[in-house]
């Protein structure tokens, strides 16, 4: 598994790391999925060389899940989160808010550090108040968190970037979604930010032959019948991971999934090293021959 800078943090993480959404439901509902699946699941990918684990406060059991699975390897990888929501999960900036949930986290995921710690996709308005980066910043201070850092898109993201104030990103990158290619991530480099990048398979929009309305991955469907885009003579998912994870800048990918054998899958996907760069070109080319003001997908 090749292991990258994050920026100049003096982290290091897998090109390749997990996206803790996958493990929010309990079996029973809607992509429930056991206990002891989740703990052979993570278990596996930290095996495999896995050193980026990233989950959020609002996503369910994840954290709760983490903690329980693999405290105990806690020194054998970098651990990201997401704050920015009050204890019933509402929206909530406030100072207060960040530091509480920042401890609530750090309780869930039985750690005394969380390494990277986002602003979960809140918008410009907050960021330019400036209330919530100043509890992060005191967090980094008392040792809490090592990274104070910004997840989200567009507008938001460039003024995250810009500030001076994080040292990470988390934003959206893959084919159909490539925002952030033109001025984020060559800011990012500059200032030299840890980047790690969601959605990089698009949600596998091609699981549905017609739109999926209400799906989450409608949008990227959409784009991809407008740019008339097919994979061959790769399947959808090498295309999409090659794509995204050498595109520069990039510290590392986060892939969702409840199956060790689908994790390992994209690990040796990845192991085929970047796209050709006239192929890299030409899917550049073709977004942007498409694009009708197409913004990064929060």
Same mark, same amino acid.
């Given at each position: ?144 968190? @090592?990274?104070? &850092?910004?997840?989200?898109?567009? !507008?938001? /993201?460039? $003024?995250?970037?810009?500030?001076? =104030? #994080? %040292? ?54 959409? @784009?991809?019948? &407008?740019?008339?885009?097919?994979? !061959?003579? /790769?399947? $959808?998912?090498?295309?999409?991971? =090659? #794509? %995204? ?42 977004f942007k021959q498409h694009d009708r003001g197409w913004v990064?997908?929060?």
């Amino acid at each position: 598994m090749q292991q990258r800078p994050f920026g100049n943090t003096g982290l290091n993480v897998s090109a390749i790391g997990f996206g803790g959404a996958a493990i929010w439901h309990a079996p029973g509902e809607k992509g429930g999925v056991g206990d002891r699946d989740v703990q052979a699941l993570l278990n596996a990918m930290l095996d495999s060389g896995v050193t980026l684990i990233d989950t959020a406060g609002m996503y369910g059991l994840s954290e709760e899940r983490i903690g329980k699975a693999i405290a105990s390897r806690r020194d054998e990888f970098v651990l990201s989160s997401k704050c920015g929501y009050d204890r019933d999960m509402n929206e909530d900036w406030s100072p207060g808010a960040i530091t509480t949930g920042i401890d609530r986290s750090l309780q869930l995921l039985k750690t005394d550090r969380i390494d990277i710690m986002h602003l979960h996709s809140c918008g410009l308005d907050v960021l330019r108040q400036g209330d919530a980066i100043d509890a992060l910043d005191r967090a980094v201070e008392a040792g809490k968190i @090592r990274c104070a &850092a910004y997840s989200g898109d567009n !507008e938001a /993201l460039l $003024w995250a970037i810009d500030s001076g =104030r #994080f %040292a990470s990103i988390q934003t959206s990158l893959n084919i159909c979604d490539q925002s952030c290619l033109d001025r984020a991530l060559p800011h990012c480099k500059a200032r030299g930010l840890g980047v790690i990048i969601k959605r990089p398979l698009a949600n596998a929009f091609w699981r549905f032959d017609e739109q999926p309305a209400g799906e989450y991955c409608e949008e990227y469907w959409k @784009r991809a019948r &407008a740019m008339k885009l097919e994979p !061959e003579p /790769l399947a $959808w998912d090498e295309l999409f991971l =090659r #794509f %995204a994870a050498f595109q520069p800048g990039v510290s590392s990918i986060i892939i969702g999934t409840r199956r060790a054998d689908h994790f390992l899958r994209n690990v040796q996907l990845l192991d085929k090293g970047p796209l050709p760069a006239e192929q890299v070109e030409s899917l550049r080319q073709l977004f942007k021959q498409h694009d009708r003001g197409w913004v990064g997908q929060i």
